[in-house]
């Protein structure tokens, strides 16, 4: 029977590869928090008014349904800190790693010579926290990548090296 170092934890292959040593990831701004609590806000009182009905026709229920409602806008509003700091980016020699998630993680590797459009987009709220979203298209519908919440100057940096970086390595486009 051979004995383990305790130095030689086995680490899973994913996150050898996604996990580089010396690389950390590029995280969101922390005003996307603010963005993503007033969205939740606009929902809580549209999920409140659309309980309107019940009221009207004198459900005794009622209240419990709005209760139930706002309390599950809430539910989620106590763990949008968490979610939006589980966004990051990396950038490595050949592509693009993006991960979000908290419970369900989603890692995403977009190789630079697949990319073939980079947009930002900016929602009226996005503007005045100064923020924008980054968007990657490839031709495989299933690997198209959003990064919210990235301050506007950033943004435009990022894009313009990605588009810099995808004409460079073109690969069998």
Do not use: C
Not at 68 to 83: D, M, S
Not at 97 to 109: E, M
Not at 147 to 156: D, F, Q, T, V
Request: hydrophobic share 45%; no cysteine; charged share 20%.
């Amino acid at each position: 029977m051979t004995e383990q170092n305790p130095s030689e934890d086995t680490v899973s292959t994913e996150t050898k590869r996604v996990d580089l040593p010396g690389i950390t990831w590029r995280r969101v701004s922390g005003k996307y928090v603010i963005a993503e609590l007033l969205g939740l806000v606009v929902t809580a009182v549209v999920l409140a008014g659309a309980t309107a009905p019940l009221y009207i026709i004198g459900w005794d229920g009622a209240p419990w349904v709005t209760l139930a409602a706002v309390g599950f806008v809430l539910l989620l509003a106590a763990f949008t800190p968490r979610r939006v700091h589980a966004i990051g980016y990396q950038l490595r020699d050949d592509d693009l790693v993006f991960r979000r998630g908290v419970l369900q993680q989603r890692f995403v590797a977009v190789p630079y010579g697949r990319m073939q459009l980079i947009d930002i987009n900016r929602g009226p709220l996005s503007r005045v926290l100064g923020l924008s979203e980054l968007r990657f298209v490839t031709a495989a519908a299933s690997t198209g990548v959003t990064i919210p919440g990235l301050p506007a100057a950033e943004a435009e940096e990022l894009r313009d090296a990605l588009v810099e970086l995808a004409e460079s390595r073109r690969a069998g486009l």
